[in-house]
């Protein structure tokens, strides 16, 4: 399998992809029928689009002008491309707003919330939120005392769930891995997800910076580094739990997904930080975030430590890609970590564009590009990458930009229907990676909030090689924190999952005395890829719901039940 030069020259970066930015992706537009109007021709889609809204809100938007607002039962509305949304403000933040539109498409069963961040009328973020669906309590009879007052969405814990890239969108992981409904039939349908993540949470998927996914400037405006986006990101938590005030007394937890070990640092910080600010200095309106927990998904937080592993876990890992460790090909290898890590070094010291891209460009062909050459999908190094599963090695992927494209589906999540959806974008990519974003040390801003009672949980499938769980658990160890001593002490524990009693991985962690999930805790999944969710959905179901409860990942439930222990 040969990969594109342009490809190899952002290999660093993919071990942040959510999935690979596409090698040569084409834009694939479902059209299965003749549509109305002159989509993507002309101005035909301005009478095309009416079509496929609901009958209310025709009735509303009939006779109404352009970017028409006006008031109604407290809340202000506006028309703008031929669709309809409620407008959401605050006088603190004035350069933000939020049009919000209410869709039923995946599961009609849940609430459902869609539409647009704007930001300085020139950005705009796109949001698709989805409330706790309906009840699947583990193991009733065994475990329900750990979920049974998680009755409605208002008492379920909030999830922000970002996938990577950078320029991968999120709603490839809401119809991939772990939203209320998967992917099927060649994008042309989907099927209820038994093992979503809204089962016990509310879950907002953000498609950010802008220009991912359905986000998108009007200007040529681009955002190239992980913390002016995170300060969008804040913005736009505050106007969303400003208008849906019912979650802002929950848990918020920031989870995010390969590149998400760079980004979700650095909006934590930002929450973080504007929290101690509104201590300080109240400001009528802003709200306190109740950030509880960071959750880092097979990510790339401290190239450092985790460039070094990339030989260790080809070699001696457990799905070895070279069959002598001591063999040619693993020392070479060995021998290009120094100079990797020296420059990467000079990147954390400086962090600048002049230290960290050398530090990228030195690291991802000397240590990636041999790996890509062996034809694995680089994501899952237990099978190869066939062609014909497309670009990313998922045809899936390809069958979420033909549903995102569907003229309907984009109208009910209120997207302008000329606007195309791509789940990946290489320009926002290399946006990011000439500027050096991922090689910076993310890793430092974490142990602040840790500090301050913020819980960090990381996770990785072991079949990964983009971003290992050897290089992933090592970094965890690294952290200075008062948590520091006691997680070198101690042990991987197994972790069995409560509803099947199958072990699926193995934990360590401090903090909680035993009777939580943790403070600092590390995760191994055993047999899962860089999608955990995807490979494992039952696993990482009881793994998420465990943590956002603060329920132990080392309690086996079922042994006890065999033993005739009572639990707890």
């Known amino acids: 399998m040969k990969f594109k030069p342009y490809l190899l020259a952002s290999l660093s970066l993919r071990c942040s992809l959510a999935l690979a930015v596409p090698f040569d992706q084409t834009q694939v537009v479902l059209n299965q029928s003749p549509l109305p109007g002159n989509l993507g021709l002309g101005n035909g889609w301005k009478d095309y689009v009416f079509d496929y809204l609901e009958d209310s809100k025709k009735t509303i938007l009939k006779g109404k002008l352009n970017m028409q607002k006006w008031m109604h039962a407290g809340k202000e509305y506006i028309k703008q491309d031929n669709l309809l949304y409620e407008l959401v403000s605050h006088p603190a933040l004035s350069t933000y707003k939020l049009r919000v539109t209410e869709p039923k498409l995946c599961d009609p069963s849940v609430q ?129 739990l400003n208008r849906f005030p019912q979650y802002s007394t929950q848990p918020f937890h920031v989870a995010a997904e390969s590149y998400g070990g760079i980004y979700a640092p650095n909006i934590a910080k930002a929450i973080h930080d504007a929290n101690k600010q509104i201590t300080l200095a109240p400001t009528p309106g802003l709200k306190h975030i109740n950030l509880a927990s960071v959750i880092l998904a097979n990510g790339l937080t401290d190239p450092y430590i985790q460039m070094a592993s990339i030989p260790d876990y080809v070699c001696d890992g457990p799905f070895p890609i070279y069959d002598d460790p001591e063999g040619v090909q693993c020392q070479t290898l060995r021998t290009k970590v120094p100079t990797c890590q020296r420059l990467i070094q000079a990147c954390y010291r400086f962090s600048s564009r002049l230290t960290c891209v050398p530090a990228s460009t030195c690291c991802q ?60 974008n290489m320009a926002v990519n290399q946006s990011f990676t000439m500027n050096g974003d991922g090689m910076r040390n993310t890793a430092s801003l974490l142990p602040e909030l840790i500090e301050d009672g913020i819980r960090l949980l990381v996770y990785a499938g072991n079949a990964d090689m983009m971003c290992n769980y050897i290089g992933n658990g090592r970094w965890v160890e690294k952290l200075e924190t008062r948590f520091s001593e006691e997680f070198k002490s101690a042990e991987y524990l197994p972790w069995v999952l409560l509803e099947s009693g199958r072990k699926a991985g193995e934990v360590r962690t401090a903090g909680g005395d035993g009777s939580s999930a943790g403070n600092v805790t590390f995760v191994n999944v055993y047999d899962a890829g860089h999608m955990v969710a995807y490979d494992q959905p039952e696993a990482a179901l009881d793994l998420i719901t465990r943590w956002i409860m603060d329920v132990p990942l080392t309690i086996n439930l079922h042994e006890q039940q065999l033993e005739g222990i009572p639990p707890g």
């Open 112 to 240: 459902q919330y869609s539409g647009y961040l704007d930001i300085a009328e020139d950005k705009h973020l796109f949001f698709w939120y989805t409330s706790r669906g309906r009840c699947r309590i583990p193991v009733v009879n065994i475990a329900q005392r750990f979920f049974e007052s998680r009755n409605s969405p208002k008492d379920a814990p909030l999830v922000l769930w970002l996938n990577g890239g950078p320029g991968c969108s999120s709603s490839t992981g809401l119809l991939f891995e772990l939203g209320p409904c998967s992917i099927a039939d060649d994008g042309h349908n989907t099927t209820h997800n038994p093992f979503s993540w809204n089962t016990h949470a509310n879950i907002i998927f953000l498609d950010q910076p802008v220009n991912v996914g359905y986000s998108y400037a009007d200007d040529g405006t681009t955002v190239s580094t992980s913390p002016l986006a995170g300060k969008d990101v804040h913005a736009f938590l505050e106007l969303f």
């Open 365 to 424: 062909t000397q240590l990636f590009a041999p790996l890509m050459q062996t034809g694995l999908n680089p994501y899952d190094v237990r099978r190869k990458c066939d062609r014909q599963d497309g670009n990313l090695c998922y045809r899936q992927m390809q069958w979420v930009d033909i549903w995102m494209n569907h003229p309907k589906h984009k109208a009910a999540l209120g997207v302008n229907p000329e606007r195309s959806f791509e789940s990946c």
